[in-house]
């Protein structure tokens, strides 16, 4: 039996331990056997010594994080108290150089994680940009922020947001409508992004006078988009035709990111997808940066992050496989052929 106590004054208490302990409580539930209890700034942890150790370690990291970050979630804790630390990867939230833009009830954007501040950095001295990664990393969000910052600066004169909207256009058929309404629902996270950052009316009136124009892939065609911000998102599932002709629509004054995840790839098996092809191709050239963002870049729900990291494992697996099968026929051929 071992018991420590803790002394803890640098820090919102309230903060710490939640509504109604509801971060303590996290700790409590994943340390059933210690008896955690609260007296103003004593914290006492009592039961077998190894767990108090342990118990020791997550609440310090718990004051850790508060002191550096100004704020704790109950997810951050649930991380914690599963091994990991969520802000390994993330940017204090009180760096005011750090914020993008403002949303329009006023709040600060910012870019939360390294990787996100690589993102905005590499658009600050890159024409063209690539941001590949796994969902949930902030890509297309981060993308849309810079764009508006863009526009606001007076950088641009239009934002183009831009997805391979339709894997099939024969699937378009089945739903209601004319080609505005069939194709809204898939341009959608981009429309809910512009909507977090600018007025209602301010953007029903730059959307109907073209200020900003969200359109499918197939919209581009023929078009030299110039004095322009252009976002091409969902990359993945282009074509090289396809992220052919959108690349080389970009006008002198134009500026691009362009966003996917290699993970998601919606394609036929028989075609190649026209982003894969490209990172192999065209991250050298001078002007174009790639930024790759990873699980620890994840801001949505704390389950994404670990899902993600289990598919990984799985794809990997089926890549090992895949090599080993391409290695045997090999073999066998050689085989044949002696």
Do not use: W
């Not at 804790?77 to 009180?94: A, D, K, L």
């Not at 790839?265 to 963002?293: K, N, W, Y």
């Not at 704390?302 to 290695?327: G, P």
Request: charged residues 30%.
């Amino acid at each position: 039996m071992s018991e420590i106590e803790l002394t803890i004054n640098s820090v919102d208490l309230y903060e710490l331990y939640g509504d109604k302990d509801a971060k303590l409580n996290i700790i409590r539930a994943a340390f059933p056997n210690l008896k955690v209890t609260s007296r103003g700034e004593r914290l006492k942890i009592a039961g077998d010594k190894k767990d108090v150790q342990r118990c020791k370690g997550k609440i310090e990291m718990m004051v850790r994080s508060l002191k550096k970050h100004h704020a704790i979630s109950t997810q951050d804790v649930q991380e914690i108290v599963g091994g990991t630390n969520p802000f390994e990867n993330r940017i204090s939230s009180r760096n005011l150089d750090n914020v993008i833009v403002y949303r329009r009830n006023g709040s600060p954007i910012k870019a939360k994680t390294q990787n996100q501040r690589r993102l905005v950095d590499a658009a600050e001295t890159n024409d063209l940009v690539f941001a590949i990664g796994p969902a949930g990393t902030g890509k297309t969000y981060t993308a849309v922020a810079i764009a508006v910052r863009a526009l606001k600066n007076r950088l641009v004169k239009k934002i183009i947001l831009t997805r391979p909207a339709v894997e099939a256009g024969e699937n378009l058929g089945f739903l209601p409508g004319d080609l505005k309404d069939k194709v809204d629902p898939y341009l959608r996270p981009l429309y809910d992004a512009l909507d977090d950052m600018i007025p209602h009316e301010k953007l029903n009136q730059f959307i109907s006078n073209r200020t900003i124009e969200v359109a499918p892939l197939a919209f581009m065609r023929g078009r030299t988009l110039d004095n322009s911000f252009i976002i091409l998102d969902e990359a993945q599932n282009t074509t090289t035709s396809q992220l052919k002709m959108f690349l080389t629509r970009l006008g002198p004054n134009a500026k691009a990111i362009i966003t996917g995840d290699m993970t998601q790839i919606d394609l036929p098996r028989h075609q190649r997808s026209g982003l894969a092809q490209s990172l192999d191709r065209l991250s050298e050239i001078d002007g174009i940066g790639l930024v790759r963002l990873s699980a620890s870049d994840v801001v949505r729900h704390r389950l994404v992050k670990q899902i993600i990291d289990v598919y990984s494992k799985i794809e990997a697996e089926e890549a090992d496989v895949r090599a080993k099968r391409k290695a045997e026929k090999e073999r066998e051929k050689t085989k044949k052929e002696e």
